[in-house]
């Protein structure tokens, strides 16, 4: 059995370690060089959220404990208001409840040598997909070579060359949704002897109504910053092109961030805006050839779920290969068909977080419902919020959570709108009425 991965990202990596495990014969082509020697692309420290859902995957490898020492614990949100007072929102119940911030580079090359120890799995750096004939399961790339596989999962990323092959074949549809934001990456640097000049274990957050910073620590003590703006419009990456009127912008909104970037001209006109979109697609399959992970479901970044559902893919397509024990046309259409509610609905939801961090964060009523959420969550063992299914329980599905959540949610700022204390708020009614919802 020989199985051929476009893309050796944060997916594909990962799933040809899953694909090794089976025995597979594996191939693993990488448009990009090998960072292991030369470096990663870019050069500069990005950084991810990693969570339950990936991590239920490193564990199911056995290498988790590889991994997870790679990644700082973040137990909350530490809000910073306009005149830098910080307020800090644990994201679960416990201290078992908490988001990871993990290197993407980091991350990848340790997937990419654990995939390597496989004596039949072989990583191809410096080779890019160039086309692909469904019929005939074959694929050329830019250095003239060409193979042929029994399977081909292309994990080749939001602008997938093989999604746009499937689109071409009249058989794939796809729309791209575009938000009306960018984003542009910039860098607390570390404090003296390494120190962490903010919360090292927090996310940040710097919500400012129609636009939002934030800022997750790297094992090195500095912080990846990134501000998400409008393109457009009259304080937007468009108009804030000077040195003077971007730092004027900082200076007005996120004083206590700029003072610890030293560097922030530089960066700001160094890194460039990055795109927003939502990607939705289908089908996901032609003849023996798959896409995965961002591929078929690239997502804004605002639910911090985007990688970990790529990995929760792989453990699904995984499961399927034992449920239906290698009949291939069965696994690819059962695969998609199941998969597809739940990946649409981490889109939706991360389109709807963005507005509820930008928006809501610094919002009295949305504060009392966070403080509201967290004691039921303390008290009762069974209630989970939204981000807690999303993020923490894997056993909730992405559409369930999706549609569970929403409704305790509008309800619980239903309550909170009419009340200044929540202590005056009688719990166990709140948590019969939250149990009659779902
Ligand atoms: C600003 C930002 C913040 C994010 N934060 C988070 C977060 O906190 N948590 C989270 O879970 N997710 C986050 N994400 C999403 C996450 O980055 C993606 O979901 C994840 O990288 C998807 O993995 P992938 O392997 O499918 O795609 P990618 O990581 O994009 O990998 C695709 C790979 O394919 C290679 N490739 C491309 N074309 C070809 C070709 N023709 N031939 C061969 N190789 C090719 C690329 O070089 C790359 O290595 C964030 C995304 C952004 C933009």
């Given at each position: 059995m020989k199985v051929c991965i476009i893309g050796g990202g944060l997916a594909g990596s990962l799933l040809s370690i899953y694909m090794a495990r089976r025995g597979y014969d594996v191939e693993v082509f990488e448009k990009r060089s090998d960072s292991r020697l030369k470096g990663y692309e870019g050069g500069r420290?990005?950084?991810?959220?990693?969570?339950?859902?990936?991590?239920?995957a490193l564990k199911e490898l056995g290498i988790a404990e590889q991994i997870l020492p790679l990644a700082i614990p973040m137990h909350g949100r530490m809000i910073h208001d306009l005149q830098g007072n910080q307020a800090f929102f644990p994201y679960g119940k416990d201290n078992s409840e908490y988001i990871n911030s993990i290197s993407r580079g980091g991350l990848n090359e340790a997937l990419i040598s654990i995939a390597e120890e496989y004596?039949?799995?072989?990583?191809?750096?410096?080779?890019?997909?160039?086309?692909?004939d469904f019929e005939t399961n074959t694929i050329y790339f830019?250095?003239?070579?060409?193979?042929?596989?029994?399977?081909?999962?292309?994990?080749?990323?939001?602008?997938?060359?093989?999604?746009?092959?499937?689109?071409?074949?009249?058989?794939?549809?796809?729309?791209?949704?575009?938000?009306?934001?960018?984003?542009?990456?910039?860098e607390i640097p570390a404090g003296k002897d390494g120190s962490f000049l903010i919360d090292?274990?927090?996310?940040?957050?710097?919500?400012?109504?129609?636009?939002?910073?934030?800022?997750?620590?790297?094992?090195?003590?500095?912080?990846?910053?990134?501000?998400?703006?409008?393109?457009?419009?009259?304080?937007?990456?468009?108009?804030?092109?000077?040195?003077?009127?971007?730092?004027?912008?900082?200076?007005?909104?996120?004083?206590d961030a700029l003072a610890l970037m030293p560097d922030f001209e530089e960066d700001f006109f160094k890194n460039p805006?990055?795109?927003?979109?939502?990607?939705?697609?289908?089908?996901?399959?032609v003849n023996k050839t798959l896409i995965l992970g961002d591929a078929a479901h690239a997502v804004?970044?605002?639910?911090?779920?985007?990688?970990?559902?790529?990995?929760?893919?792989?453990?699904?397509?995984?499961?399927?290969?034992?449920?239906?024990?290698?009949?291939?046309?069965?696994?690819?259409?059962v695969y998609q068909e199941i998969r597809k509610k739940d990946t649409d609905a981490i889109a939706d939801l991360a389109v709807e977080n963005f507005y509820e961090m930008r928006d809501r964060v610094n919002d009295e009523e949305f504060q009392r419902m966070r403080k509201l959420e967290h004691l039921l969550e303390n008290t009762y063992p069974k209630y989970h919020s939204k981000y807690s299914m999303v993020t923490f329980h894997p056993e909730f599905p992405y559409s369930v959570a999706k549609a569970k959540g929403n409704k305790q949610n509008e309800y619980l700022l239903s309550l909170c709108k009419n009340i200044t204390d929540i202590q005056s708020i009688n719990i166990q009614d709140v948590y019969e009425k939250l149990k009659n919802l779902s």
């Amino acid at each position: 059995m020989k199985v051929c991965i476009i893309g050796g990202g944060l997916a594909g990596s990962l799933l040809s370690i899953y694909m090794a495990r089976r025995g597979y014969d594996v191939e693993v082509f990488e448009k990009r060089s090998d960072s292991r020697l030369k470096g990663y692309e870019g050069g500069r420290s990005i950084n991810l959220a990693l969570s339950h859902r990936g991590i239920r995957a490193l564990k199911e490898l056995g290498i988790a404990e590889q991994i997870l020492p790679l990644a700082i614990p973040m137990h909350g949100r530490m809000i910073h208001d306009l005149q830098g007072n910080q307020a800090f929102f644990p994201y679960g119940k416990d201290n078992s409840e908490y988001i990871n911030s993990i290197s993407r580079g980091g991350l990848n090359e340790a997937l990419i040598s654990i995939a390597e120890e496989y004596k039949h799995v072989r990583f191809h750096f410096e080779t890019s997909c160039q086309d692909i004939d469904f019929e005939t399961n074959t694929i050329y790339f830019n250095n003239q070579l060409q193979t042929q596989a029994d399977l081909i999962i292309a994990t080749d990323g939001a602008g997938s060359v093989v999604r746009h092959k499937m689109i071409a074949t009249g058989k794939v549809n796809e729309s791209v949704d575009f938000l009306d934001h960018g984003y542009k990456e910039l860098e607390i640097p570390a404090g003296k002897d390494g120190s962490f000049l903010i919360d090292k274990n927090s996310l940040h957050i710097w919500g400012r109504d129609s636009f939002l910073l934030i800022a997750l620590p790297n094992l090195n003590g500095s912080f990846t910053v990134t501000l998400f703006l409008q393109n457009k419009g009259e304080e937007s990456f468009e108009t804030l092109d000077t040195p003077e009127k971007a730092k004027s912008f900082f200076h007005k909104y996120f004083p206590d961030a700029l003072a610890l970037m030293p560097d922030f001209e530089e960066d700001f006109f160094k890194n460039p805006v990055g795109v927003l979109a939502t990607l939705k697609t289908y089908p996901w399959v032609v003849n023996k050839t798959l896409i995965l992970g961002d591929a078929a479901h690239a997502v804004v970044p605002f639910y911090g779920q985007g990688m970990n559902a790529s990995f929760e893919d792989c453990i699904i397509f995984n499961d399927l290969i034992d449920e239906y024990k290698e009949d291939w046309d069965k696994i690819l259409s059962v695969y998609q068909e199941i998969r597809k509610k739940d990946t649409d609905a981490i889109a939706d939801l991360a389109v709807e977080n963005f507005y509820e961090m930008r928006d809501r964060v610094n919002d009295e009523e949305f504060q009392r419902m966070r403080k509201l959420e967290h004691l039921l969550e303390n008290t009762y063992p069974k209630y989970h919020s939204k981000y807690s299914m999303v993020t923490f329980h894997p056993e909730f599905p992405y559409s369930v959570a999706k549609a569970k959540g929403n409704k305790q949610n509008e309800y619980l700022l239903s309550l909170c709108k009419n009340i200044t204390d929540i202590q005056s708020i009688n719990i166990q009614d709140v948590y019969e009425k939250l149990k009659n919802l779902s």
